[in-house]
Each structure stands twice: as structure tokens, then as C-alpha cells.
């Protein structure tokens, strides 16, 4: 099986943060500290599907590799979907991973991770959770859940569902998805091709598209939240545990 192909979207439209892709973290943009902690994954080719030329000569000037994307693609999804078709138009990956270019602070063992999922479970795509212990996380629907069928004493599964209410009900763990995604390639084509699902248009939650078309989602548990910046109070907060870091 060829490597993995690593593609991380990004977009200068945020209107909590503008411009995020390139917000300075440590004399380095955002998206190159996204895309040099893929790199440090060592799991496969590491590309930005960028929607702003600024976005791919960010990257290209740090020594990334970067494609330029349709600014109009409603999804991540399609983003990079888009930049495979350019990079890997005779099918030589056929593994895709969607690393969201927000994560500057992202553990590269999660990408290794997501990976691995897919390729033990046999399912169409496979995302990452983790366990929920702050109690108001509960309550919180910006904190999507992940119902998983877990067996137990594992902590790979399968997606039965994603929520942003509380969910399920009654003793045991609740977890918080985290939005990185590994897809086969036929499961990529065909999700991009589908129109979005009532669910996904209800909770908001473009995954649920996969589940309703009977796709079927690999679930690994780990220990690590990645930070997404949405906010300038975000954005600090990364600077402080690159800063840590670096230490």
C-alpha cells in the first residue's frame, strides 16, 4: 500500500479570526506550524489546500508543498478533495488524511493514529476522540460527541453517531470528537459527490452525511485534545504552549 496523502485546507475567511491561516505563531504563520507538525508525523506526503494564493507562498516559502483551491468550496471535504485531484490524479495515494489547519499546537502522534484506525478496521474513513473530563463540556454543543460501540476494555470502535447534545445517556465516559479525518480514496469520492443529509444539515455536523449514506467510521480513543484556534484568546493560548515547547 502507497503512503498516506496528508492535506490540511485553509482559508483566509474566519469570521471570528480572519485571516488565522497566517497569524504569527513564533515568527512562522499558523499554517506552517499545521503543516510542520504533519511533517513531524512522518506518516506520508504533507500538502496545504490552500483558497488564497498568500496561503500556498506561505507555505512554499517555509519549504512546504501547497496547491491552490476554488476559495468557493462550502467543506473542507471538497478542499481537498479538489487539491487530491491536482496532486494525485492517477491514483497513486490511497489513503487520504484531513488534518484541519487550525491545529498548531496538533500532538503528529494523532496523524499516525488516524491512520492506523483505518487501516486495521477495514472501514470507509476514520476520525479520533477522547475522553470528556470537564463536566460543562457535557452540555457544551460547540463540544461535538462521538457515540462510539466500543468494546470494552478497547479503544478502537465504531462511529454509531455524532451529537452535539449529550450523548448517551446514563453512567459512562462521554467523547469529544476531534475533526481529523483519514478517508479511502473511493470513500472520499463518493462522500464529496453526495449532497448534504438532513442530519448533517440539523446538527450541523458534515460527518453525519457519511453515516446516513451507510458509510462506515473507525473510531480510535487517545488521550490528547488538539487546541483549534477560533479566537484571538485561541490564538495566544497557542503561543504559550509553543513557547512551552520550544523550552
Known amino acids: 500500500m502507497s503512503e498516506p496523502l496528508i492535506l490540511i485546507p485553509a482559508r483566509m475567511a474566519s469570521t471570528r479570526l480572519p485571516g488565522k491561516p497566517l497569524a504569527d505563531i513564533h515568527g512562522a504563520p499558523m499554517i506552517v506550524q499545521v503543516w510542520r507538525r504533519a511533517m513531524e508525523a512522518k506518516a506520508g506526503r504533507v500538502a496545504v489546500a490552500a483558497a488564497e494564493r498568500e496561503i500556498v507562498d506561505a507555505v512554499v ?3 512546504g508543498e501547497a496547491v491552490l483551491t476554488d476559495p468557493n468550496h462550502p467543506s473542507g471535504s471538497d478542499r ?3 487539491a487530491l485531484t491536482e496532486l494525485d490524479a492517477k491514483g497513486a495515494h490511497e489513503i487520504i488524511v484531513n488534518v484541519q489547519g487550525d491545529l498548531p499546537t496538533l500532538d503528529p502522534a494523532l496523524v499516525r493514529a488516524v491512520v492506523a484506525v483505518l ?3 477495514g472501514a470507509d474513513m476514520s476520525t479520533l476522540a477522547t475522553e470528556i473530563r470537564e463536566a460543562p463540556e ?3 454543543p460547540n463540544v461535538v460527541k462521538a457515540v462510539v460501540a466500543l468494546p470494552e476494555g478497547k479503544r478502537d470502535g465504531r462511529a454509531l453517531y455524532f451529537t452535539r447534545a449529550t450523548a448517551p445517556s446514563g453512567d459512562g465516559p462521554l467523547y469529544h470528537h476531534i475533526g481529523i479525518y483519514a478517508y479511502r480514496r ?3 469520492d463518493r462522500f464529496v459527490k453526495m449532497a448534504p443529509s438532513p442530519l448533517e444539515k440539523r446538527e450541523k455536523l458534515e460527518q453525519l452525511r457519511a453515516l446516513e449514506a451507510g458509510m462506515s467510521i473507525a473510531v480510535r480513543i487517545v488521550d490528547t485534545m488538539p487546541l483549534g484556534v477560533d479566537t484571538p ?3 495566544e493560548r497557542a503561543r504559550q504552549m509553543l513557547a512551552k ?3
Open 61 to 63: 516559502k517555509a519549504g
Open 80 to 82: 481537498i478533495y479538489e
Open 119 to 121: 487501516k486495521s478496521s
Open 138 to 140: 457535557w452540555t457544551n
Open 186 to 188: 473511493q470513500a472520499l
Open 233 to 235: 484568546e485561541d490564538l
Open 245 to 247: 515547547d520550544k523550552k
